[in-house]
């Protein structure tokens, strides 16, 4: 092992290594765990979306904010936004609607640099 290492301006300092403690090994799966059917996840549907987003608003009222879930029209897809309930202001944005806005932007342009003729 090194006991000194040699410094830029030609100086040996000490320096003590300590020994690498052991990792404890990753559990193995047998063959039999393997094969056995994994739990496949629920289907998202609309009630279990409602419950979830029911869930979220109880956690968030002692805060004062609630979510609120809007449809982005250039990416067809949702984005959520925390609003507060006192001033009706929102609070966060996840994922912030200017990128979202960008993104579009961009795929836009590149459908147009791809799919041009000349």
Do not use: W
């Not at 279990?48 to 879930?69: E, G, P, Q, T, Y």
């Amino acid at each position: 092992m090194l006991d000194k290492l040699s410094t830029s301006n030609n100086q040996s300092s000490d320096y003590q290594v300590k020994p690498v403690e052991m990792i404890p090994k990753i559990k193995e799966i047998s063959l039999e765990q393997q094969n056995q059917p994994q739990p496949q996840p629920q289907a998202l549907t609309k009630e279990n979306l409602d419950k979830v987003i029911n869930s979220m608003n109880d956690f968030l009222r002692a805060s004062n904010s609630h979510l609120k879930f809007q449809y982005h029209d250039g990416l067809k897809e949702y984005y959520v936004s925390i609003v507060d309930d006192i001033t009706n202001e929102v609070v966060k944005e996840i994922p912030p609607k200017k990128l979202l806005d960008m993104y579009a932007a961009m795929t836009d342009y590149l459908g147009l640099l791809v799919d041009r003729k000349v």
